[in-house]
């Protein structure tokens, strides 16, 4: 049986972003659009539901591609925690972007698998939600409209916050002039959902045509099924 699929949309902006790409090694380098990931983080922290699964749809450029270098004081699991203590940092050197602009869409379902694994308070909350789906798009846009949150959302790194978020801008538009391919983009760290282990899925040669780019659906979704 085909699951009814609800439409959310939103707009970010931001003077700094960073969408780590993996295969930059140990200086962090960003992907030119966000990580669905990254999408699924933005969407939840307008409002998460425990119930549904949110499947980043495409994103929107609205603002040239321009990145620069950015100097980031390490203080990383890798670090012993008496030398973070003792202000004894290293920095590494980052590419990240600059002065960006996304229209974000995505389509949101019922969780269908893995709901033994969903916590307490999620078993509650499906309980008492006959459609799980259309509540969430209710309320995500009731708070995306108020600009209530639960966290701060952020652009890929917790400090790159953004400049604009809410609704979509009617003054905003895909830059039509970006063409380009994606190689690999890493799609999900853990898509096996609730208490999984990390496993990276990537999709590969992913095309943004005219300022627009689809995500591929196989490994798109933020709670696997």
Known sequence: MMLKQYMVSCEIAGRHA?????????SPGSYPVPT???????????????????????????????????????GGPLRHSGSIS??????????????????LHASVRPLRQ????????????????????????????????????????CLGWKEFT???????????????????????LLMSVFPDGYDSKPRFAFAQNVEVREGVMFYPQEEASCNAE
């Not at 960073?18 to 140990?26: E, I, K, R, T």
């Not at 999408?39 to 929107?60: D, H, L, R, Y």
């Not at 202000?87 to 050197?93: A, G, M, P, R």
């Not at 308070?121 to 600009?147: C, M, Q, V």
């Open 18 to 26: 960073l969408f780590s790409d993996p295969s930059m090694g140990d």
């Open 36 to 74: 669905a990931s990254a999408v699924c983080g933005i969407f939840s922290a307008v409002n998460w539901g425990p119930a549904v699964t949110i499947i980043p749809q495409k994103v929107e450029i609205c603002s040239p591609i321009r990145f620069e270098n950015y100097i980031t004081n390490y």
């Open 86 to 103: 003792g202000d004894n940092n290293y920095q590494l050197l980052a590419s990240i972007l600059v002065d960006v602009c996304y229209k």
């Open 114 to 153: 893995n709901r033994e694994k969903m916590t307490d308070g999620a078993r509650r909350w499906d309980a008492n939600t006959t459609s799980p789906g259309h509540a969430y798009k209710a309320i995500f846009e009731r708070r995306l409209k108020r600009g209530q949150f639960f966290h701060t959302p």
């Open 162 to 184: 953004p400049t604009y978020f809410g609704p979509l801008r009617e003054t905003t538009s895909p830059c039509k002039e970006i063409n380009l391919v994606i190689p690999s």
